[in-house]
């Protein structure tokens, strides 16, 4: 409590402490605190910026004539002051003035917003297409024509969150895999969902997308500077909302195809595991992993869920009864409740069978039963 | 001479007075208001600081929401149907409004559609957690089991304010004393009738967005649905021929009641009386073609983005005529600052800020950054709390005194203006900061460098609930004793609401007023 009172007292004399500062200092300060617009990494998000500069200084100057006026009537026409009433209270052509003037303000304003949105809205000629889905709540990333796919799921620690641990730089803007684009090419986001509306949204690249589900809605960017750019999904998507954010990685055209290859390396070993036998402890500890990334953020790390909107494991009918029932409910989702969504092409066969073996043995659960990969595989061609 | 109320609980009951419906509906709306107020409180205080430390996701996503449903259909809705049951037939000389029983049932509806409403959060699963906007999928095949409950507690609001609004034109068009012609009506009266005709069109259009949900969750139809040939759009679409009208709802009333109050405090009649009916008259047309504005990044086609811009910045110019008329009213009056005047003037010039900000937000490519973050947040909190809530906190200061012929204690009027007045720009001014910075609405936790902003944010809504405390206890206090009030309460008001004794008789204008 006394570092927060701390704080406050810090944050209360804060204004006269910028009042008391240099121009220099007090531009760095303005910075810290971040009260503005980013201008962004690409030719369009300087474009956004600068139309979103222009509007504001507009409304302030017509800000100041007005408040102006009012402000001073207030101070010369106040009855304390002796002020007698006039009894002026019509005037056509002042109303035609001042709807007029504004009008053309507009037009003014229009202009630029128009060529903006033209130039947003032409998503043609692509050099790299990525496939952005929307999921409770994480992104799913797909190179088109690359045989490149992942999820990409926040990775601040539980602990960070629960303030058990202190909170790093990037908390909650940090994820497993970001998404990785070569600079100076035209990349085009597909942006959809696979359950509710997400938005998909990177300052930075001032590129903000609904992903609906049913839809394919096109964006695209032009990133000029290799780096690291920071986003979070922008549209009330339930319980984890907060919780999905967006890093992409702009990578110099080499690196890029270098990553490429890498990506395309990780998904052959993967593909070789499905034929791999595993042990009992093997798959049990590789399957908590996969329970806490992708399961827990509703079935909770303890199993117990949160009922009743995500039931327990621990002691669940399905994840004590017959493996296929189990099998099911998480390779192709469960027919009743679309929260329960299938997990066949998220997860990898090892994957699968590993948080299949734990869930029966953690939590209680005991059943002393477990599952191969290449059953899982053969579970799939059997539909 | 005509009878008095009746004797306890059957009066409040029964009643098919004006005032007494009057009077019901500002105690609801007061008592929503903090019910709400609470909600928002959780909210704000789990957001002092980063990290989960007070509620969890799941619970801070039904505050968020029930903080939202409650100020728009419990509180806002419902005071200015409270001042207009006051006031229309008062300002007009009409003896009550035109249909006494069906303003006591459209009342009485209310208090059981909000109870269903708020025992959802005691509901298996919560109650609604998706946003006061509610769109499809997540309220409908993801939502709660309670969302049923959420969805006929709307249809009773809905049909509480259709009858409300047949009422009042009713009242408006028929019960005018002789001599009050259309133009001569109090603005208040005027942007009533227009509220009122917004009503009607866009209520049927809730309750029909709501059946449509009501049919997906437990009919088997998709309209809403994408894997069943719906269309989650569609529901936005729906939502927001709704919504648009009816932000407008909620404050065209308020620019009647700062038509009232500033030229009384000015000293000098209302500057471009006549354009102001006009301006309001072309906002209620135009709220009706610009809905898609709250939805630019759902991907429409570029015509469709162009003309919801062009439509929505038109909105600022007659806007700003009022404003302007506003301004030129006060310009070389006598003014005099009490607190409905201060109530008003900081209507003017915060509403303009949200104003401001408005436009900023109809430029769609800036819309792009700026959409579903705190940006939203801070401008139509803007146009709401000192838009809305100022306005009817003026008009309870203002006509208290004819409601209950005491005057009210301004040194506290004027403390409670001032804890207000600060503590709302404490609360919102950061979160236009936050916004930009690129902070997402509806989070119950966010990334570091929010977190000054936020917390001095949060200090400042609890400030903000403290002045209405003093509110609640500034009323009470004057209604039960003070400094007796004239007739005329102020110096030289305007209306006929001032020809009739303070406190107003249960029974006013029996005989009508002739209106020269
Ligand atoms: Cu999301």
Known sequence: ?383 | MAHGPATGLSRWLFTTNHKDIGTLYLWFSFAMFMLGGVFALVVRAELFEPGLQIVDPEFFNQMTTMHGLIMVFGAVMPAFVGLANWMVPMMIGAPDMALPRMNNWSFWILPFAFAMLVSTLFMEGGGPNFGWTFYAPLSTTYAPPSVTFFIFAIHIMGASSIMGAINIIATILNMRAPGMTLMKMPLFVWTWLITAYLLIAVMPVLAGVVTMMLMDIHFGTSFFDAAGGGDPVLFQHIFWFFGHPEVYIMILPAFGIVSAIIPTFARKPLFGYASMVYATASIAFLSFIVWAHHMFTVGMPLAGELFFMYATMLIAVPTGVKVFNWVTTMFKGAMTFETPMLFSIAFVILFTIGGFSGLMLAIAPADFQYHDTYFVVAHFHYVLVPGAIFSITAAVYYWLPKWCGNMYNETMGKTHFWMAFVGLNLTFFPMHFVGLAGMPRRIPDYALQFADFNMIASCGAFLFGAAQVMFLFNVIATIRGGKKATAEVWENPEGLEWTVASPAPYHTFSVPPTVK
């Open chain 1, 1 to 383: 409590m006394l570092k927060e009172a701390k704080r406050l007292s810090a944050l209360l004399l804060g204004p006269a402490v910028l009042i008391s500062m240099s121009g220099q200092s007090l531009a760095e300060e303005v910075e810290r605190w971040g009260v503005n617009m980013t201008q962004g990494v690409t030719p369009m998000s300087r474009d956004i910026y600068d139309l979103h500069m222009l509007i504001f200084w507009i409304c302030v100057v017509i800000g100041v004539l007005v408040f102006g006026v009012m402000f001073y009537s207030m101070i010369v026409h106040r009855k304390s002051r002796g002020a007698i009433p006039a009894n002026f209270h019509e005037s056509t052509k002042l109303e035609i003035l001042w709807t007029a003037v504004p009008f053309v303000i507009l037009m003014a304003m229009a202009w630029p917003a128009t060529t903006t949105l033209i130039d947003i809205y032409d998503t043609d000629e692509a050099e790299v297409d990525i496939l952005v889905t929307g999921y409770q709540w994480k992104w799913k990333y797909e190179y088109v024509n690359q045989e490149v796919s992942f999820f990409s799921n926040l990775s601040t620690p539980k602990e960070q969150i629960y303030n058990q641990a202190p909170k790093g730089v990037n908390y909650l803007l940090e994820v497993d895999e970001p998404v990785v684009i070569p600079v100076k090419k035209k990349v085009r986001f597909l942006i959809t969902a696979n359950d509710v509306i997400h938005a998909w949204w990177v300052p930075d690249l001032a590129v903000k997308k609904d992903a609906i589900p049913g839809y394919v809605n096109e964006t695209w960017a032009y990133v000029e500077e290799p780096g690291t750019y920071r986003g979070q999904c922008a549209e009330l998507c339930g319980k984890d909302h907060a919780f999905m954010p967006i890093v992409v990685e702009a990578l110099p055209e080499e690196e890029y195809q270098q990553w490429l290859a890498g990506k395309r390396e990780e998904a052959a070993i993967l593909r070789e595991l499905t034929n791999q036998t595993f042990s009992f402890d093997e798959l049990y500890a590789r399957g908590e992993d996969v329970h806490n990334r992708v399961c827990a953020a509703c079935h909770q790390v303890n199993g117990e869920g949160v009922p009743p909107t995500f039931p327990a494991i621990a002691g669940s009918a399905i994840a004590t009864g017959a493996m296929n029932d189990h099998l099911s409910i998480i390779i192709d989702g469960s027919a009743t409740n679309p929260a329960m969504r299938a997990f066949g092409d998220e997860l990898s066969e090892v994957d699968i069978a590993a948080v299949v073996t734990y869930q029966r043995n953690a939590f209680n659960n005991n059943m002393g039963d477990s599952v191969q990969p290449i059953d899982i595989l053969k579970y799939k061609q059997g539909q």
